[in-house]
Nanobody
Framework: QVQLVESGGGLVQPGGSLRLSCAVTGRPDNWDWMYWLRQEPGKEVDWVARISLAEGHTNYKNSVKGRFTISQDSARNTLYLEMNNLKTEDTATYFC??????????????RGQGTQVTVSS
């Protein structure tokens, strides 16, 4: 059973940076994708970025392209989300999630409890 625990959230001013981490216990399958999701206040969960474990391919939501970077350490023990030039609209609870090839990100195999990111002056 893969378990995920996020950390690194906090309060940051617009234009600032944060790096989120997701500790991964258990062994995801090689063909899984790891996602960062977020839920803005009053809205549904949305995907932000994803990375394929097999080849390291990445994809980003248009609104974060060029500002956010998803990565993983070589041992696949930790997933990261580097967030730069943060905007107030990035305020949300951020989750990491594991999704196997038979599922969509809306129904992940596992998801962490989330970490709060607040962008405000």
């Amino acid at each position: 059973q893969v378990q995920l625990v996020e950390s690194g959230g906090g309060l940051v001013q617009p234009g600032g940076s944060l790096r989120l981490s997701c500790a991964v216990t258990g062994r995801p399958d090689n063909w899984d994708w790891m996602y960062w999701l977020r839920q803005e206040p009053g809205k549904e969960v949305d995907w932000v970025a994803r990375i394929s474990l097999a080849e390291g391919h990445t994809n980003y939501k248009n609104s974060v392209k060029g500002r956010f970077t998803i990565s993983q350490d070589s041992a696949r023990n930790t997933l990261y989300l580097e967030m730069n030039n943060l905007k107030t609209e990035d305020t949300a609870t951020y989750f990491c999630a594991r999704v196997d090839p038979t599922r969509r990100w809306t129904n992940p195999n596992s998801r962490g409890q989330g970490t709060q990111v607040t962008v405000s002056s």
